[in-house]
Every structure is written in C-alpha cells, then in structure tokens.
C-alpha cells in the first residue's frame, strides 16, 4: 500500500525536493520482494522511467537540479529488476535496454553526471545478465558493444596515439571513485554482451574487438583510488 502511495505521489508534478525524498523511501522499500506486486506494473515502470529520463529520445540533460531524481529513480529501477521477474520482462516491452543506451549517449560531454552514467551501466549490466534476449538486442540492434565501450573509454579518459594505442602515462593521478565505479559496471555490461562472441564475422565488429582490446590494456594499467578498487577494476 505505501508503495502504491509513493507512486501516486511521483505520477503528480511535485517539488524535486519531494521526490528524491519519495524515490528514496522506494529505493529501501524496493530490496523486499514482498513488496514489489503493485510497482512492477507497465504504468507504474513508465513513472519511473519518465522520472530517469527515459521516456523521451530528444530531452537532454541540461537541468543540474533534475540530476538527484534520475539518480534515484535508477537506483530503484535496479532494485526492481533484479528482484522481479515480472518487472524484467517489462522491460523487455517497455524498449528499457534502447532508452538506456540513448542516457549514455546523452552524458557525452556533460559535467556531473558520472553517478547517472554509473546506475545507467550497473541496469545495462543487470538487464543483459538476468534476460537474454536484452543481451541479443544490445549486441544486434543497439550498437551496446560501441556504447558499452565509448563509456568505458570516457570512464578512463584514454588519449590515442594510434588507432588502437592508448597513450602510457605513468604520471597520471588514479582514476576517481566515480570514474572507477563507472568503468567496473562497464566491463561488467560487456562481458554479458561479449559473452557468446566466439566469431568475429564483420570487419566492423574485427575493428570494435581490437578497440575495446586497447582500452582494456589501458585498463589494467590504471590505478584506481584505492588498492581494492584496483583490484576491483583489473
């Protein structure tokens, strides 16, 4: 019932302030998987979604103010999708997995959004995990290998010296909590994507192998903030 409520709630156009505070009480609500019947609905997916912005392909993410409410409404989308079966195969309806890779490409260049990149990989990597046909579309039909590994390389702040030669600095400072964060759910999405590519068929496909092989080189020759997330990362 008070899922029901928060919901009723976020559904309204209500104060920012209002709804991080209602997505956050579904955030904690939503590790139940008790509680989960009345939200794993297609309205009640579709609220969440508009709140992450994932309904729409053209919004772009200039409102700094929204960025708490898209944080959060991902956080809960996760916690849905991993503990729901019903709201996994919404997902699939809903074109969640497409939507998600369109945020990606929507953080490109854009200041302060390493945790909505963040919560937007750690979905891609538990849709493509928890339901294989999310895992065929993004490697078929959504480019998720690209995307997967354009997000990684931004996440690492690679500089090319050759078309797949990262620059060696042994000088860089370690990557940050966040940028490590965001690199770990990265490689993690790629490896359910990757995870049936025993052939290597298109020249196109030969050229993304040896791009994400370059990255992942540079990979483990980054040092993360601390020497569990190194190890974490490597």
Not at 120 to 133: Q, V
């Amino acid at each position: 019932k008070l899922c029901e409520e928060i919901l009723n709630i976020l559904e309204k156009d209500t104060k920012t302030s209002c709804q991080v505070a209602c997505l956050e009480a579904l955030r904690i609500l939503s590790r139940d998987k008790k509680v989960l019947v009345p939200v794993t609905t297609k309205k009640n997916m579709q609220i969440l979604m508009r709140l992450a912005k994932l309904d729409a392909m053209e919004d772009s993410l200039e409102r700094v103010s929204e960025y708490p409410v898209i944080v959060e409404a991902l956080k809960c989308l996760c916690n849905i999708i991993f503990n729901s079966a019903v709201a996994q195969k919404l997902s699939l309806d809903l074109n969640l997995a497409a939507m998600l890779c369109n945020l990606l490409k929507k953080c490109k260049d854009q200041q302060f959004v390493d945790d909505i990149k963040c919560f937007d990989l750690r979905l891609l990597f538990l849709l493509s995990l928890l339901h294989t046909d999310i895992r065929s579309q993004l490697r078929q039909e959504l480019q998720g290998m690209q995307v997967l590994t354009q997000a990684l390389e931004s996440s690492l702040s690679v500089r090319w010296t050759a078309e797949y030669k990262a620059a060696e600095d042994h000088d860089r400072p370690p990557l940050s909590l966040q940028e490590t964060d965001c690199a770990i759910e990265a490689l993690k999405a790629l490896f359910n994507v990757t995870l049936d590519s025993w052939n290597v068929h298109s020249k196109n496909e030969s050229h993304q192998f040896r791009y994400m092989a370059a990255i992942l080189r540079h990979c483990l020759l980054t040092s993360g903030p601390t020497e569990d997330k190194t190890e974490e990362l490597h």
